[in-house]
């Protein structure tokens, strides 16, 4: 089940928006200012950290502590860097995200590859880390393709991102009412047996 590995459709659901706002914010303002721009991605990273970061430590259905743990821990370690080094250069801006995004998405597909047997959602866990990683590629790879063009990627990254997490957050749902129906079944069952 994928709620085991993901955590709750509430916080994929948070996620997603955050993302989806981010990612709309950035790409509505592709000229917005550097400040401006990590003051936005530190707030993202910071919320989709804190939300991994709550899942790892208080989901009781959770299975991968430490993998979604570990996820939380650099996106609130990203944000705090840029929310406490605000005069970070565009350069190293892009370091921070690409390191992150290289973690972040690399946690995911090994919860994907790992777990594929028992989650029926691995494709969108495996997708949201493979475009993940494929940011973090990118803006390594690359670091002085533009301001505009660096800001077009994170934009589309983070709109892409928030859509796959509200296709977990679908999928999670979708599964736990299954789950919850098939344990009311087998009560109702169980409780003609032994009448």
């Given at each position: 089940?994928?709620?085991?590995?993901?955590?709750?459709?509430?916080?994929?659901?948070?996620?997603?928006?955050?993302?989806?706002?981010?990612?709309?914010?950035?790409?509505?303002?592709?000229?917005?200012?550097?400040?401006?721009?990590v003051?936005?991605?530190?707030?993202?990273?910071?919320?989709?950290?804190?939300?991994?970061?709550?899942?790892?430590?208080t989901?009781p259905?959770?299975?991968?502590?430490?993998?979604?743990?570990?996820?939380?821990?650099?996106?609130?370690?990203?944000?705090?860097?840029?929310?406490?080094?605000?005069?970070?250069?565009?350069?190293?801006?892009?370091?921070?995200?690409?390191v992150?995004?290289?973690?972040?998405?690399?946690?995911?597909?090994a919860?994907?590859?790992?777990e594929?047997?028992?989650?029926?959602?691995?494709?969108?866990?495996?997708?949201?880390g493979?475009?993940?990683?494929?940011?973090?590629?990118?803006?390594?790879?690359?670091?002085?393709?533009?301001?505009?063009?660096?800001?077009?990627?994170?934009?589309?990254y983070?709109?892409?991102?928030g859509?796959?997490?509200?296709?977990?957050?679908?999928?999670?749902?979708?599964e736990?009412?299954?789950?919850?129906?098939?344990?009311?079944?087998?009560?109702?069952?169980?409780?003609?047996?032994?009448?």
């Open positions: 089940m994928t709620r085991y590995y993901v955590g709750s459709s509430r916080g994929l659901v948070v996620r997603g928006v955050v993302g989806l706002l981010f990612g709309v914010a950035t790409l509505v303002s592709p000229d917005v200012t550097l400040w401006a721009l003051l936005m991605w530190g707030a993202f990273a910071l919320v989709d950290g804190a939300i991994a970061l709550t899942a790892a430590i989901d259905l959770l299975l991968h502590r430490g993998w979604v743990g570990f996820w939380g821990v650099t996106g609130i370690a990203a944000g705090a860097v840029t929310f406490l080094w605000p005069s970070i250069t565009a350069l190293a801006l892009l370091i921070v995200i690409a992150w995004a290289l973690i972040a998405g690399a946690s995911m597909i919860i994907a590859v790992g594929r047997k028992r989650i029926t959602g691995e494709w969108l866990v495996g997708l949201t493979l475009l993940t990683v494929a940011l973090g590629v990118l803006l390594l790879v690359n670091p002085a393709s533009g301001a505009l063009a660096v800001t077009w990627a994170i934009g589309c983070a709109c892409l991102y859509a796959l997490s509200f296709g977990l957050a679908w999928a999670v749902r979708r736990t009412k299954e789950a919850s129906r098939y344990a009311e079944l087998a009560a109702v069952r169980s409780e003609h047996s032994i009448h």
